[in-house]
């Protein structure tokens, strides 16, 4: 089983920053990607930046505004978002998926951390 605990939510005002943090723990395989996914009122959650070795990926409308980042040493992730937008307000999950071992394939979620943006 792998734990994944977010952190660094809140409420921000248009134009503001912040950072977003994932830790990971429990039984990982040193092959993993990790990804966020944000999930706004009344919308399908979507994957809004995604991580594994020495690859990234963003959705289109957080290009140029959001960076993904990964410590590998201490199974963290995190998500600076700036230039916030009123489009950004949502939950946001961290998500890992497993690309190694017998649990090749297994996907974990965590319980989430709210965004607000106040325009």
């Known amino acids: 089983q792998v734990q994944l605990v977010e952190s660094g939510g809140g409420l921000v005002q248009s134009g503001g920053s912040l950072r977003l943090s994932c830790a990971a723990s429990?039984?990982?395989?040193?092959?993993?990607?990790m990804a966020w996914y944000r999930q706004g009122h009344g919308k399908q959650r979507e994957e809004v930046a995604f991580i594994t070795n020495g690859f990234t990926n963003y959705t289109d409308s957080v290009k140029g505004r959001f960076t993904i980042s990964r410590e590998d040493a201490k199974n963290t992730v995190d998500l600076l978002m700036n230039n916030l937008q009123s489009d950004d307000t949502g939950v946001y999950y961290c998500?890992?998926?497993?690309?190694?071992?017998?649990?090749?394939?297994?996907?974990?979620w965590g319980k989430g951390t709210l965004v607000t943006v106040s325009s």
């Open positions: 429990g039984r990982i395989d040193d092959v993993y990607a």
């Open positions: 998500y890992l998926i497993l690309l190694g071992g017998v649990d090749y394939g297994t996907a974990y």
